[in-house]
Structure formats: structure tokens, C-alpha cells
């Protein structure tokens, strides 16, 4: 993760939302749904999240925890989150600058460690959680938006889309680590931006290309948006997964 490329969105933004207009196609169902409907089912305890962004996502589980903590590296997303909080009235979630490898919170402080398209630490997770504790993760799959990729030469996974899939990768590093999976789900949707300026704003938004630039590249972008286009807008496929790992319930020997 880049913390440079989330606080640049965020000081052009205001956040984690280009607002681009787009309609999108759920065959699989929502994955953030998905996503929060596992993590509700964890309610109750004490949540951290990583990779929080501006909090929007999170704020809207957080009434269901008794603590909630949450950590990113870019400054000015957490500003953003904090704004978000303020509005939201909820005083029981603290936003910090953190970083997610190495959080420095005591052992077992968590219940549920989640991670919503952000980074994937088993063993630093792993050591933050209860025993009996739950880490959920919804990820970014080798097959996401490949068409684009493939028109531009590059991007986020780029040529991923041949090996091994990302997913399986995530699940053997979490149960090297000690994790237990409950359950691993590919997620897969259509999104139908309404216009090419649609896109062209959401591509500043998000780390497809955290290099993406408007004039740099109109000749690729007209290209793909020549070949995705429909009534219906201009195609991206989209690829997700999530993961949902527990750790074990036996306290280790000291």
C-alpha cells in the first residue's frame, strides 16, 4: 500500500470517493455486503481495522462493536475519517497512524481484525487477536479489471491473471501463519461507468494505475473506452475475494 497515492486522493477528493456516476451488476452479491455481513457476525467485542481509508465503510459496522480501532499511513485519509466520525457521532472509534505490519498494540487486544481491500499481515494479525478471534479479508483478485490492464501494458497485478490466483496465495500465507479458514469466496461483478469522464475520474481515484494521467494516457484510455462501450456505459469487470480466517481458540504455552 502507498500511503503517497491514498493522500493524494484525498486531498483532490476529500476522501476515498471520486463521486464517478456507475452502475454495477452484483451476479455474486455486493462484496462489501458480503464483507460486513460476516463481520457483524462477529459483533460485539473489540474491532480493529486496517487500512481504514476515510472510514466511511467502517463507520457504518461500527455501532455493532464495543471498541473499535482503526489504522491507516496516510494522514490525510485519517483527517478525512476523523471528519467522517465527527458527523457519525460515534465517540467509541479512534483513528490512528498506524502502521499495519507493526501495530504496537499489546497482544489479544482484538476480537476481530478486518481488512477491507487493505493489507494482509497473518502474523502481526494473528498476535493482535484473541484467541478464538476472526480476521476477515476482501481482496483484489488477479482477474480484476484485465481487460484495462491488457490495454495499457500495466497496472495493479498486471499479468497475475496466468499463476497462481491471489486468493490462494492470501490463504496459504494466513494458515502458515496459524489461522484456521472458515471461508474463502471469489467475488466477481460488472461495473458500467454512465460516461468516458466517469472513468477517467474514477481511475484518479483508485491504485489500478497509481501513475494514471489523464493526458499521458488518452491514447490507451480511448482505446479501451472504443471497446467497452455499450448502452448500458463503459464496462470494467471487476474480480474481488474474501477470506475469512479464525485463530485458534487455545491460548499458546508461555
Not at 70 to 88: G, N
Not at 120 to 143: M, N
Request: negative net charge; charged residues 25%; contains cysteine.
Amino acid at each position: 500500500m502507498n500511503p503517497e497515492f491514498y493522500s493524494k486522493v484525498a486531498a483532490r477528493f476529500g476522501g476515498y470517493s471520486s463521486g464517478a456516476q456507475r452502475t454495477e451488476v452484483f451476479p455474486d452479491g455486493d462484496p462489501e455486503d458480503v464483507f460486513d455481513g460476516i463481520v457483524l457476525g462477529q459483533a460485539g467485542g473489540a474491532l480493529l481495522d486496517v487500512g481504514c481509508a476515510d472510514g466511511r465503510n467502517l463507520l457504518r459496522i461500527a455501532p455493532a462493536f464495543a471498541t473499535v480501532n482503526a489504522v491507516d499511513l496516510a494522514p490525510e485519509m485519517l483527517d478525512s475519517a476523523k471528519r467522517h466520525q465527527t458527523d457519525s457521532g460515534l465517540d467509541h472509534v479512534v483513528f490512528d497512524l498506524r502502521d499495519a505490519s507493526a501495530t504496537e498494540y499489546p497482544d489479544e487486544s482484538f476480537d476481530v481484525v478486518t481488512s477491507r481491500r487493505g493489507p494482509l499481515f497473518a502474523k502481526e494479525f494473528l498476535r493482535v487477536l484473541k484467541p478464538g478471534g476472526s480476521l476477515v479479508h476482501l481482496g483484489i483478485g488477479e482477474q480484476d479489471v484485465r481487460e484495462l490492464k491488457e490495454v495499457f501494458g500495466r497496472g495493479q497485478l498486471h499479468g497475475r491473471w496466468d499463476g497462481v490466483p491471489v486468493a490462494t496465495e492470501a490463504r496459504a500465507d494466513l494458515e502458515a501463519a496459524g489461522f484456521t479458514t472458515v471461508r474463502e469466496q471469489n467475488l466477481t461483478y460488472e461495473e458500467y461507468f454512465h460516461t468516458p469522464a466517469d472513468l477517467d475520474t474514477f481511475l484518479h481515484q483508485v491504485p489500478i494505475f497509481e501513475d494514471y494521467d489523464t493526458a499521458a494516457d488518452e491514447e490507451p484510455f480511448t482505446r479501451y473506452t472504443a471497446r467497452a462501450s455499450s448502452d448500458r456505459g463503459v464496462r470494467l469487470g471487476r474480480h474481488w475475494f474474501l477470506l475469512h480466517a479464525r485463530k485458534s481458540a487455545e491460548r499458546s504455552a508461555t
